[in-house]
């Protein structure tokens, strides 16, 4: 559907918009057509319907075919200085920015476009669902997000971020109720308090 003959395209997308504590990670990845087959054969999809192991596991294939990527954190100060969209379009817009060589389109996943990036932008939404370009930047971006996190439950044990990434789970609830908010917490987010959340 968005992969017509010598027209490069790449797909971005972000992982954790949602969690409270943690970066916003977002990549953006250029397939030929070679590396799009291969990989759809080895089920690349959306990264939410894939197990973490699955993910990793696609992600070294990505890697040892070859794929042309980059990603792009954005650290929670800054999430809470621009709010969690505009940091998400930042990290999307610098990673189409790094990459080796200019996408003629890119693809965005969602519905929101990429302010000041100088390259035409189509927007997809249930992309990663749909463009294989985007749901490979899904799992970049996956997959590097929750090994940042699993670094930060080495620095912060008592929060279980590695089991949690981050996300407002019941258990994760519960100890900010007790001990407050990390370093790497969001604090504009609601529930990042010793307070409950309304």
């Known amino acids: 559907m968005f992969g017509k003959a ?3 395209a790449a797909g971005t997308d972000e992982a954790g918009r949602g969690p409270l504590a943690g970066p916003v990670v977002a990549a953006a990845v250029i397939l030929t057509s070679e590396q799009r087959q291969y990989l759809l054969s080895k089920g690349l999809k959306d990264s939410k319907k894939l197990s973490p192991s699955r993910r990793e596991d ?3 294939r990505m890697c040892e075919c070859g794929i042309k990527w980059r990603a792009q954190a954005a650290s929670p100060y800054k999430i809470d200085r621009i709010n969690i969209l ?3 379009l930042w990290c999307m817009k610098r990673s189409v920015e790094r990459l080796e060589s200019e996408p003629d389109i890119v693809l965005v996943d ?5 302010p000041g990036l100088g390259i035409y932008q189509r927007c997809v939404v249930k992309g990663d669902d749909r463009v294989p370009a985007i749901a490979a930047a899904s799992v970049v971006a996956k997959v590097l997000r929750d090994r940042i996190m699993r670094t930060m439950d080495k620095l912060y044990p008592e929060y279980g971020f590695s089991a949690h990434k981050g996300y407002p789970s019941a258990e994760h609830r519960r100890i900010l109720l007790e001990i407050g908010p990390s370093p790497i917490h969001r604090v504009s987010f609601r529930g990042v308090s010793r307070e409950p959340a309304e």
């Open 110 to 114: 969602g519905c929101t476009y990429i």
């Open 86 to 88: 505009q940091a998400s």
């Open 58 to 60: 696609l992600f070294c």
């Open 6 to 8: 010598g027209i490069v």
